[in-house]
């Protein structure tokens, strides 16, 4: 059973540890609305915290990276248009855990 956190969560010391292929309004749907990005390399992005019986606490920061108009210009991705997004985090258990929510949805959230 994997349950979620989305406020107060410190992000900081996560990096890259993978891909998922999501549309924007999946990710709304699971994690509510994107904090803006930086405007220049993402343009939105989540952090949240998930618990894992197997895992514990896991970070996990789901963002785009350098699809946008303001860091391509012209023909830049709004995040509406992004199908693969960036997952962060401080390990490998980030992307997994995430993926089980993607697959599974919340049916098994308490």
Do not use: H
Request: contains cysteine; aromatic residues 12%; negative net charge.
């Amino acid at each position: 059973m994997i349950t979620l956190k989305r406020n107060g969560v410190n992000a900081s010391g996560t990096s890259l540890q993978g891909f998922i292929e999501s549309d924007y309004d999946t990710l709304v749907r699971l994690f509510g609305d994107p904090d803006p990005g930086d405007g220049y390399k993402t343009q939105a992005e989540w952090a949240f915290e998930l618990y894992d019986e197997n895992f514990g606490n896991v970070i996990v920061t789901i963002y785009d990276w350098k699809q946008g108009e303001g860091y391509v210009g012209p023909g830049g991705k709004r995040p509406e248009e992004i199908t693969v997004w960036n997952v962060g985090g401080r390990d490998k258990a980030a992307l997994w855990c995430l993926e089980e929510v993607l697959r599974d949805g919340w049916s098994q959230a308490a």
